[in-house]
């Protein structure tokens, strides 16, 4: 369904941005129920239910278990919720969500900053002291990993064998091993990290990782598994990265800044030597952007999470 505009007694076409996006300013209505409405290219949301819940930092939705005759694509059937120091777990059954628990998951004490899918038929949880390898069919920790120093986990990125996270200034490349979960970098940075990605590009696994840095306003491209600087390309402004994801569209592969002023910068990305070319920037809102994929129809999208949500796609 769409709000009827009409009638409309005039309108023009104006680029208020001046990011080549025109927008509709449209004198609508009549007499006193006259108004002067903007009509801009975006999605709809649509909501299908709600749960009153507050204080929510995250939410990350996982499979149940996967057994070997299954074949069918399942849908995800939990979600996990981060509030400050403690997550809970809701299972959606029927057409409801209940509370519930599952072994391996640490629900207290501590803040999740990733749950998601990992190798082996496992899940991985990452709060801001530690990491769990958890068991989906035993439904019991594997292998629990810690910084040292009781260094805060305050970023994170992973994979489904891979993880980069860090506190600080300091960031750890790590890899799970069978039920292990095995450090291979640790690397000190010149300033603060604000964001991490490593999603692979073409492969089950990333030869890459963006570090957004604060205080110097920079994006840095590291190669794995030694986290060895192969690029720093200053943002040219004064807001930093809030999200950095690697995307490919149409076989070309990007690099996708998100800023904390609603701006999003991208790059395209060079897959053999991590070079960054052909910066473009356009505005997408006024607060900070989160950048995450997502699978529709066998494409991989982007969606650009901000005041105003956007969907990133190859032919766009």
């Known amino acids: 369904n769409y709000t009827n505009l009409g009638p409309i007694l005039d309108f023009c076409v104006v680029d208020l941005e001046r990011q080549g996006q025109g927008q509709i300013v449209a004198c609508s209505g009549a007499y006193k129920d006259g108004?002067?409405?903007?009509?801009?290219?975006?999605?709809?949301?649509?909501?299908?239910a709600n749960v009153e819940l507050q204080g929510v930092k995250g939410i990350w939705s996982f499979d149940p278990p996967k057994n070997a005759m299954q074949t069918e694509k399942s849908f995800d059937k939990y979600l996990l919720m981060s509030f400050v120091g403690e997550s809970r777990i809701l299972a959606l059954k029927g057409e409801s969500l209940e509370e519930t628990e599952i072994g391996g998951f640490v629900l207290e004490g501590e803040t999740t900053i990733y749950c998601g899918q990992a190798i082996g038929n496992n899940n991985i949880q990452v709060t801001s002291k530690s990491v769990y390898l958890i068991s989906s069919e035993d439904?019991?920790?594997?292998?629990?990993w810690s910084p040292e120093n009781n260094?805060?986990?305050?970023?994170?990125?992973?994979?489904?064998?891979?993880?980069?996270?860090?506190?600080?200034?300091?960031?750890?490349?790590?890899?799970?091993?069978?039920?292990?979960?095995?450090?291979?970098?640790?690397k000190t940075m010149e300033h603060e990290l604000s964001c991490v990605n490593?999603?692979?590009?073409?492969?089950s696994k990333s030869n890459f990782c963006a570090v957004g840095l604060w205080t110097d306003i920079s994006v840095s491209i590291l190669g794995l598994p030694n986290l060895e600087e192969l690029k720093k390309q200053p943002l040219e402004g004064e807001i930093i990265a809030r999200s950095v994801l690697f995307a490919q569209f149409e076989g070309v592969s990007y690099l996708l800044v998100g800023l904390g002023d609603g701006h999003l910068v991208n790059f395209v990305f060079d897959l053999k030597t991590g070079q960054l070319s052909n910066r473009k920037k356009i505005s997408l809102g006024t607060q900070s952007i989160s950048l995450k994929t997502f699978t529709y129809k066998g494409d991989t999208h982007v969606f650009a999470c901000s005041d105003r949500p956007t969907v990133i796609y190859g032919k766009n």
């Open 35 to 48: 108004s002067l409405r903007v009509v801009r290219n975006g999605i709809g949301i649509h909501e299908h």
């Open 198 to 203: 490593l999603n692979p590009l073409g492969s």
């Open 139 to 144: 439904q019991k920790q594997l292998k629990k």
């Open 151 to 186: 260094q805060n986990i305050t970023v994170c990125s992973c994979n489904l064998s891979q993880i980069v996270l860090g506190g600080g200034k300091v960031l750890y490349y790590l890899e799970i091993e069978g039920n292990d979960i095995v450090k291979k970098c640790e």
